[in-house]
């Protein structure tokens, strides 16, 4: 009887054990709703398990994610135009992105189809690079454009302190010279 209830308790403490073993292994999982989430990402940690119910999921290093997050601050503050071109900039990036993923998906599958694809999204990229470089020439531009201004605007408020002066010491002049006349 004593044999018995001494392998009842080693068999409780084995399967206590097996589940302690299988509890401290987490999954993390991400809901569906983070697809329409805005704000900092979840940040993934080494040697974790997540099970994501979003139907896609962007990886980012981090040196990626603050070079964009830096991009985004510096230019929050510009003009709406800038602001419109950023997120254009953001979306054809997003949408060449993902068109690439899927072009390498596809070259799994069928190759002559894939080669064909590719080389088109290949001029896409090539033709939306030279719009984009076209767009930053503009804003290169559009900066010295904005330079030359800002010079015209001191260089207009430098005459009109010399004016002032010049009134000043004429008014002066003047007040002499009627001073001296009476």
Known sequence: ????????????????????????????????SYANFIGEPVIVKKDSLYRFKTPEVYLVNKKSFLAMKSIYQTTINKDKMTKELVEKYSETLRRNIDLERKLKLNFQESDSLDLKIYER?????????????YTI??????TKSLNIIDKEGKRQ????????????????GVGILVGLAF
């Not at 020439?137 to 559009?142: E, G, I, N, P, R």
């Open 1 to 32: 009887m004593k044999k018995i209830i001494l392998l009842i308790f080693l068999f409780s403490k084995a399967s206590n054990f097996g589940q302690i073993a299988r509890d401290s292994v987490r999954i993390l999982e991400i809901p569906a």
């Open 121 to 133: 999204n290949q001029q896409t990229l090539d033709r939306t690079q030279k719009a984009l470089d």
């Open 137 to 142: 020439t503009s804003l290169d531009k559009a």
């Open 157 to 172: 408020r430098r005459k009109s302190i010399f004016e002032k002066i010049l009134i000043g010491t004429a008014g002066i």
